[in-house]
Structures are given as C-alpha cells and as structure tokens.
T-cell receptor, first 113, second 114 residues
Framework: EDQVTQSPEALRLQEGESSSLNCSYT??????LFWYRQDPGKGPEFLFT???AGEEKEKERLKATLTKKESFLHITAPKPEDSATYLC??????????????FGQGTTLQVKP | DSGVTQTPKHLITATGQRVTLRCSPR?????VYWYQQSLDQGLQFLIQ???????AKGNILERFSAQQFPDLHSELNLSSLELGDSALYFC?????????????FGPGTRLLVL
C-alpha cells in the first residue's frame, strides 16, 4: 500500500536556527513528490515538485531534496513567517490515469523570534 | 491566491441534512480533485473529475457524490450528514504539461455538522 510518513510531527525552532523535515514514502513507482505549505484554516500552497532521486529545488530559505526512499525539506535561517504546517505528498505510478495525491500527516513548524 | 475558488467558506448544518460544496478551477485547468481534511485522518483524496468525466475515486462514502459541469466547475454533494463528516473540504485543479501535473488548492470549505 502506498504510504507517506512525515517526521517530526512538530518542530520548534528559534529564528535563524536551521533544520530539516523528513518525508519517507513507500510507493509502487514514484511519479512525483510534492511539498506544500499550509497555514491554519487555509488551503495547501504549492512549494516544490521532485521527480527523480538526486533532484533538488530551492526557493528562498527552503530547499527540497529527494532520494529513492525519502525527501527532506531543509529550512535555512528560518523566520517567524515560515511557521506553518508542511505537507509532503506523492503521486504513484500505479495510480492509473489519475494524479491523486497521497499525503503525509504533516510537520507543524513554529519559529520563535 | 491559487486561482481556485470555493464556496461557501463555512457551512454549519445538522445531522441528516444535505449540503453542496462548489469549486471553480483555475482558468484552463481540466482536472478537479476533491479532498477531505480532518484532524485524525489528514488530507484524504475523495474523487477526481477530468473534463466532465469521473476519473478516479478514493475514500469517498456512498452518501457523497460529485459532478463536473461543462464550464468545468465542480460540486460535491454530501447527504445524510453525520457528526463525523465535519471537516475541511478542499478542491484542487491541475493541468498536465510535459507529463508533469501540479495541483493547486482552493481555500476550502469548513463544514460543521451539529
């Protein structure tokens, strides 16, 4: 069964304290791995898509990397405005003709000034 | 702003009732996905429509149904509502380009069943 597990569930950082969020996945062929940011009560906001092992993408203080079994979201020198829940999701090859996403439970990040 | 709109933002209703949630995809996007987000289950895929046709079903209850209209907007109908149906309901739209597909989510409808 396709599955996504994120760790830690919650993370508290001081402003400027860099860290990484983990997303482990088990899928019958990876079509794509996605990172989203979600603020409380709002819809997920697209951040990155990764398609193959070794791929990296960056956006401001965020950098996403992908291996064959997991992805990391590195946050460098975070600011309080980076506080949010970060969601990881996969699209599986075995999903037929659909791009449905399988989500992890998310990591809730709090950055204190 | 993702360009995906959903109405209403909030909905409060009673058990046994029926409600309709509406989604308008981004301009040009043919696919609409519906997801349910509850505290204990996280984001769960419900159903997908592509250009008016149902393409995939996930963990959608028989009491729930959806459709996509010729103008590509979609509606999710929830009937015989139970307390456990209280959740955030999101739609997402996507376009396939170069074999790659990205879903953009709307702001969601918060449903509270009392």
């Amino acid at each position: 069964e396709d599955q996504v597990t994120q760790s830690p569930e919650a993370l508290r950082l001081q402003e400027g304290e860099s860290s990484s969020l983990n997303c482990s996945y088990t899928v019958s062929g990876l079509r794509g791995l996605f990172w989203y940011r979600q603020d409380p009560g709002k819809g997920p906001e697209f951040l990155f898509t990764l398609y193959s092992a070794g791929e990296e993408k960056e956006k401001e203080r965020l950098k996403a990397t992908l291996t064959k079994k997991e992805s990391f979201l590195h946050i460098t020198a975070p600011k309080p405005e980076d506080s949010a829940t970060y969601l990881c999701a996969v699209q599986a090859m075995g999903s037929g003709n659909t791009g449905k996403l399988i989500f992890g439970q998310g990591t809730t990040l709090q950055v204190k000034p | 702003d993702s360009g995906v709109t959903q109405t209403p933002k909030h909905l409060i209703t009673a058990t046994g009732q029926r409600v309709t949630l509406r989604c308008s995809p981004r301009s040009g996007d043919l696919s609409v996905y519906w997801y349910q987000q509850s505290l204990d289950q996280g984001l769960q895929f419900l159903i997908q429509y592509y250009n008016g046709e149902e393409r995939a079903k996930g963990n959608i209850l028989e009491r729930f149904s959806a459709q996509q209209f010729p103008d590509l907007h979609s509606e999710l109908n929830l009937s015989s509502l139970e307390l456990g149906d209280s959740a955030l309901y999101f739609c997402a739209s996507s376009v396939l380009a170069g074999g790659q597909e990205t879903q953009y989510f709307g702001p969601g409808t918060r449903l509270l069943v009392l």
